[in-house]
């Protein structure tokens, strides 16, 4: 049986990736690498448990030691990579988490990977990489890479590492830069999970700056089967972007949730911006249709609505979350830093 290594499977994007993934290749084997930080959660894969080719290892991507025995332990054929600090939030206020997961982590995997020969490592990474666009334009790969925030610059030095490892070593490598994720079990820091669940909870929902940041949106099944279709076709040493042509801005966003829920605009609250808050980001996605064939299979507004019935029928999931150490840690400081604008 070939082995599928997948590092932060117990995270949002990696979970639903490999809950995909086990229902349609059940002759692949995959292992799931993740330290369980706050936002990796066994959980995520309860329903996975059991199958007979999962496999979960409890380990970090920036303990070479530990990176070291799980590739010594299993042979992998790909590897695909979704452990990361992933909330920009966050990486303001502690980027050095960020540089050691996001950039270490993955000179780890790439070292033991290129060592262990595997045929595939496929890099999830993300469309800010590129910066900050202006009204009109679109992200393509060949746009300049621009991070603004510590989590993007982060990602961006590992994408950096990659390029080189392909050019000197001819390293079997391919990147992925997708926009915006939604969908179940999204870590309630994030946009869209977290006005469902304050909405649910009629609290209020702060909305950055002026609202009028426009973010690209993908449902994350969609991403999974982008991350499907490079690992099947893609090109080595190229970069795909995934994205859905789905662009909204923030305020009108969080009004669509509230629709949805039957909630009051009476809970939005504007509050300061976040700190080298990236305008807008728009994908254009023309590579991986026209080269690999990639469509979205879902439609925004259908999946948007199944999302909101997830986060309603599944409040024991995220209330355990909301009540955690690090929900209440990170409110803390989001009242001290942004301050709630009344
Ligand atoms: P997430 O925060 O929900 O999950 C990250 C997972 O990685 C968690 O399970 C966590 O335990 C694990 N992890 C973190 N540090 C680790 C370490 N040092 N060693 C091993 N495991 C570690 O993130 P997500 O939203 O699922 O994002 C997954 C990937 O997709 C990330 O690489 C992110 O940059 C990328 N991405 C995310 C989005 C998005 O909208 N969420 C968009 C584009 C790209
Ligand atoms: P987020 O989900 O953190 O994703 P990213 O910063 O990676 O795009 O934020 C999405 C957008 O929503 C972004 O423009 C910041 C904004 N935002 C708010 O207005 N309020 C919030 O509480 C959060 C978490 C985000």
Known sequence: ???????????????????????KYPD???????ALTYAGNLENLTDCENKPNYIFVKGNITNKEEVDYIFSKYKFKWVINFAAESHVDKSILNPMAFAETNFIGV???????RKND???????STDEVYGSLGDSGYFTENSPIKPNSPYAASKAAADLMIRAYFKTYGFPAIITRCCNNYGPYQFPEKLIPLVITNALEDKPIPVYGDGKNVRDWIYVIDHARGIEIVWQKGKIGEVYNIGASQELTNIDLVKKILNIL?????????VTDRPGHDRRYAIDASKIREELGFYPAFSFDQALKETVNWYKDNRRWWERIKSGAYTTYYEEWYKRQLGLKE
């Open 28 to 34: 692949i084997k995959i292992v799931n690498f993740d």
């Open 107 to 113: 000179c780890n995997l790439l070292d033991s990977s």
């Open 1 to 23: 049986m070939e082995t599928m290594l997948v590092t932060g499977g117990a995270g949002f994007i990696g979970s639903n990736f490999i809950r995909y993934m086990l229902n």
């Open 262 to 270: 039957g909630k009051p605009e009476t809970l939005i609250k504007y």
């Open 118 to 124: 595997v045929s595939l490592f496929i890099q999830v």
